[in-house]
């Protein structure tokens, strides 16, 4: 009995140890998607695979999602001509399942566990600066059913952790909308500038979202809502701080200045982490959102720090990093609890997007 | 053990309970609408075992998605309320979302019926009909609602035994006299009364402009009628047709004969063409030789790039008289390569400038030699745009200025002319600036097509005319100071246009024939049928597409150069001969003098090519060919895996084989 014990604990220590963690990141500038693994100490590019379809022209992969099953992992292509395209890939195989076009510059995207629809936001970045929408599709069948209308440059688009809201922020028009993930309607929008902070011109939007348009100072390019309170994070990129949003009253509760240029903003499945790119200054900043004094910035290995994935234990967050010109990107890996970088591995061209997968043995 | 197969048999009345399946029903189902009607569907959730219950979260849509295609039918989200705008079949989806994020759908096809068929048009496509020959027919078919109904299969009848109709509605005359055609469909009735006429044929005499010719030639042929009183009659409508043998006994004879009595052919040998009325035939022979205008080509020199792969290229001579080439590079590091090329059997890298990009796709330089531009795709900062660079020293040169504005999106092609930038944004548009002072660039105008959905692939500008590959748009013929349309850099003015169906119009080359003095606009496609894979070979498709532009206002395609296996991207054309990049087909030359009609490469119309693929490549021995350029009697080509290089067309050599023995 004793010996059956002491082989059950060996298989239980043994299988915590081995434990694998999965990821899928994409780089822009190469059209590839690298498929990742960390066994807790090394990450390592498992795969690299060509998306897109033209081989002479960058389709610039930007977002990447992986749905609540697994089963399937998602990607925008940001250009086309000129409409970009979201195709469905199968996590088994990697190879890529159907396709649907979307609006221009689609980037940022997940996938409601209560309605099962993926929402992607068309980010429109080079644009003119007039209302551009999010994609709602139905990754079942790959229709886009329909393109609600937001603000400017919108970027970011999460998913309440009830599934009901998806929200994204407009970065040129510095608002924060969220959308009935149900009534595929935006239920409410709330502007994030500080008292007279807009750049010019009045900021107003009619019932049919015409706009007179001026650019944010705060230039919002990312919101996460909290995993269990009603609070959501925004990246203030042009601020350089993140805006805390109590969702109840729609106000901005708090505004926390960071470093420079923070653009994706995480919060680990616990509630108990805030992760940031700090995209200017090429690190990672993580706040313990119990006692905000507790935070660390860390370098990360290249410049351009871009997209996070937390690992769905909270254990470790995973950092895409861009690069300059040739360099490769990098995916950093960042050891929460002790908010120390942990392992780093070169990726393709323009790092961006990042998905975690799943945890297996 | 009865304990036991009691447990199963709950075990497996709880499973079948939990794996009852729910459908939904609605009163979609077999729903017929009429256009412009709209309805609300009721529905709700059945489970298997009959029981029903609302759906809370219930999502409607059209399976056509949202983009313009899918506006035959408007489903409102959330009520699921439709209006038809288009008749025909029309799927729309309705998802139901229960709690915990289980959802089930169902596809109800909706019918919204045309409307009642008002009136069929039916009209001659000739002047006159004669007995003995089939009968040009068009039709239309318009409901009540002005939508013109397609692929109708009518019935179609003749009043009397004048006509006669097979089973696919192929219509010959047959007798003289008058006739009434009648096609039906759905209840309605077209008719169409046609006056048969007596042949008035008695013979044809058939003449041509050549009795033998090369392959490729297009030969024109003139038929003539004549009456029992051997007058002349006017206005027959001939049909020519050919058949013909081959000299290869292994091959087929094939060619293209039009109803304006041009023909051409693509294989040599012994053909016979006809040109007749009803019953009333000529025929007269041909000999057909081969084109015979095969000549080595040799390659001379390469500046190998191997560490990345290159992008396109310009030749030119530098302002101290010798020559030079810029390269770009492609999904790297943002390098530009400078080389002299002034022996090109000795191509030498001279200089490189980096800048913040990961692939500068496009470069040109100005026509004096003195300023070079770049265009930037993947910029760390996303801002993209141009660079400006001064070439006069192509061994140091200095970049003078970047220029980023409206240009964020990416620049993928530009062009240099007459002090002038033109950039392409974002694949979108393209916008023109001012480079007088290079230091300050000035944007002074703009061009898209205004459309939803514009796409723009190239521009390329010569004679003060911009023309712009639009993707599916086709050609767009811009004055931007030709003066053709009053237009300038400042006041782009578009004054001609061509499209076709594959929608893959990726470049634009203008060419005036030497030979004939037609001018065309030779149109290239850019396609990879199975996607990519960039560290291996991949497959191309796609063709020119000559279109003869003589008349502006009706631009006629008339010909294609297709290479079997192999897709087309960049190219150039001088002394009517065609130098293209055909991408794994490495680089062709290929004659395009005299007129042109039909399927080029079958003509043998090819004088030779190089596969620059090198074992020292990006990808060893993989040709992938981007562009050509002749440039002072070689030919120099850029190719995604090896660099740049040159080839040299050698003299024809003297035939000494006779298989021309009969021709001048």
Not at chain 1, 61 to 80: E, F, M, Q, R
Not at chain 1, 247 to 266: A, F, H, M, Q, T
Not at chain 2, 68 to 84: H, L, P, R, W
Not at chain 2, 295 to 320: A, P, Q, Y
Request: proline share 4%; glycine share 10%.
């Amino acid at each position: 009995m004793r010996l059956l014990l002491f082989f059950t604990a060996f298989l239980i220590s043994n299988s915590a140890f081995s434990q694998n963690y999965y990821l899928y990141v994409a780089a822009e500038s190469d059209d590839m998607v690298s498929l990742l693994r960390f066994d807790g100490s090394e990450l390592i590019e498992e795969e690299r695979f060509e998306v897109g379809v033209m081989p002479t022209e960058i389709e610039g992969p930007h977002g990447i999602t992986v749905d609540p099953n697994g089963k399937y992992w998602y990607l925008s292509l940001a250009h086309g001509s000129p409409y970009g395209t979201l195709t469905k890939y199968s996590t088994e195989t990697n190879k890529p399942i159907s396709s649907t076009k979307l609006g221009l510059f689609p980037a940022t995207m997940q996938i409601s566990e209560a309605t099962g629809l993926l929402y992607c936001v068309n980010f429109n970045l080079h644009g003119e600066m007039k209302p551009s929408t999010v994609s709602v599709v139905d990754p079942e069948i790959m229709v886009e059913i329909k393109q609600i209308t937001t603000g400017a440059m919108p970027h970011g688009s999460r998913i309440s952790s009830d599934g009901l809201y998806q929200y994204s922020v407009a970065m040129m028009s510095g608002e924060l909308f969220e959308i009935d993930a149900i009534s595929l309607k935006v239920k409410r929008k709330l502007n994030l500038e500080k008292m007279n902070m807009m750049s010019s011109g009045n900021h107003q939007m009619n019932g049919n979202h015409s706009m007179k348009m001026s650019h944010s100072m705060v230039q919002p390019t990312w919101v996460i809502p909290h995993p269990s309170k009603k609070i959501a994070y925004v990246a203030g990129n042009g601020s350089n701080e993140i805006i805390e949003v109590n969702l109840d009253d729609w106000v901005i509760s708090k505004r926390i200045n960071v470093g420079k240029g923070p653009y994706n903003v995480e919060i680990s499945p616990n509630g108990k982490y805030l992760v940031a790119t700090l995209k200017g200054e090429g690190s990672t900043g993580i706040w313990d959102l119990e006692d905000l004094t507790k935070n660390k910035v860390l370098k990360n290995t290249t410049m351009v720090s871009h997209g996070i994935a937390i690992s769905s234990d909270s254990k470790y967050a995973f950092i895409s990093v861009e690069g300059i010109g040739g360099e490769p990107g990098k995916v950093d890996v960042i050891d929460l609890k002790n908010m120390y970088l942990k392992s780093s591995v070169d990726v393709g061209k323009q790092a961006g997007g990042i998905a975690f997968w799943k945890i297996s043995d | 053990m009865k304990n036991y197969i009691l447990q199963i048999l709950f075990l497996t009345i709880s499973l079948t309970g939990f794996s009852q399946t729910k459908t939904i029903e609605s009163d979609l189902m077999d729903l017929k609408m009429n256009v412009g009607d709209t309805f609300t569907p009721s529905s709700y959730v059945m489970s298997s075992d009959g029981s029903t219950t609302s759906c809370d979260n219930m999502i409607y849509y059209n399976k056509q998605g949202v983009f313009s295609t899918a506006k035959s039918i408007q489903v409102d989200n959330e009520s699921g309320k439709i209006i038809a705008n288009q008749p025909g079949l029309h799927e729309v989806v309705a998802v139901c979302i229960t709690e915990g994020g289980k959802r089930f759908s169902r596809t109800f096809v909706v019918d919204v019926q045309f409307p009642a068929v008002k009136e069929i048009k039916i009209s001659l496509d000739s002047d006159k009909v004669y007995e003995g020959t089939y009968i040009p027919i068009s039709y239309e078919v318009i409901d009540e609602m002005g939508f013109v109904r397609e692929n109708v299969n009518f019935s179609i009848k003749s009043s009397n035994s004048n006509l006669v109709v097979d089973d696919v509605n192929n219509i010959k005359a047959v007798k003289s006299g008058n006739v009434t055609l009648n096609a039906t469909y759905e209840g309605i009735t077209g008719t169409l009364n046609l006056d048969v006429l007596k042949n008035p044929v008695e013979y044809i005499e058939l003449s041509s402009n050549a009795d033998q010719a090369r392959t490729g030639d297009v030969i024109q042929l003139k038929a003539e009628a004549y009456n029992k009183k051997g007058q002349v009659l006017s206005n027959i409508p001939f049909e020519f047709s050919f058949k013909g043998k081959s000299f290869d006994k292994s091959n087929t004879a094939s060619g293209l004969i039009m109803n304006d009595g041009r023909f051409v052919a693509d294989v040599s040998g012994n053909y016979l063409v006809t040109a007749s009325l009803g019953n009333v035939s000529v025929s007269k022979a041909l000999n057909i030789y081969e084109r015979n205008v095969k000549r080595d080509v040799v390659k001379v020199g390469t500046g190998l790039v191997n560490d990345k792969h290159t992008s396109d290229f310009w030749v030119f001579e530098g302002v101290d008289g010798r020559d030079y080439a810029v390269t770009g590079t492609w999904g790297a590091d943002g390098t530009s390569y400078f080389w002299d090329v002034t022996d090109p059997s000795n191509i030498l890298k001279i200089d490189s400038v980096q800048v913040d990009a990961r692939t500068v796709n496009d470069v040109k330089v100005s026509e004096d030699g003195k300023i070079a531009i770049i265009s930037r795709e993947g910029a760390s900062n996303r801002k993209n745009g141009i660079i400006i660079i001064d070439v006069t020293n192509p061994r140091d040169v200095k970049i003078i200025s970047e220029y980023t504005k409206n240009l964020t999106g990416g620049v993928h092609n530009l062009f240099i002319y007459q002090d002038h930038v033109y950039a392409l944004s974002a694949g979108q548009k393209y916008y023109i600036l001012n480079i007088e002072d290079p230091v300050n660039p000035i944007e002074v105008g703009m061009f898209e097509l205004g459309k939803e959905g514009q796409a723009i692939h190239d521009v390329w500008i010569e004679d003060g005319i911009a023309y712009s590959s639009n993707w599916r748009d086709g050609v767009y013929m811009v004055d931007v100071g030709n003066g053709i349309a009053g237009g300038s850099p400042s006041n782009p003015v578009a004054f001609g246009n061509y499209n076709y169906a594959s929608g893959a119009h990726h470049a634009t080359y203008p060419f005036k024939s030497k030979s004939t003095g037609k001018f065309y606009t030779v149109l290239g496609d850019e396609i990879f049928p199975n996607g990519i894979d960039v560290n291996a070979p991949n497959e191309t498709a796609g063709f020119l597409h000559f279109v003869d532009f003589t008349d502006v206002d009706n631009p006629v395609e008339i010909a294609r150069y297709e290479l079997p296996g192999h897709g087309s991207h960049n190219y150039w054309i001088e002394d009517d001969i065609l130098y293209v990049a055909m991408y794994s087909g490495g680089v062709r030359v290929v004659d395009i003098s005299g007129d042109l009609m039909g399927d080029l490469y079958k003509q043998g119309r090819e004088i030779g090519y190089i596969l620059p693929g090198d074992k020292d490549g990006y990808i060893p021995f993989a040709t992938m060919s981007w562009g050509a350029q002749l440039y002072k009697g070689h030919v120099f080509y850029s190719d995604w895996n090896s660099g740049i290089g040159a080839a040299k067309v050698m003299p024809v050599k003297p035939d000494n084989s006779k298989v021309n023995q009969y021709l001048n």
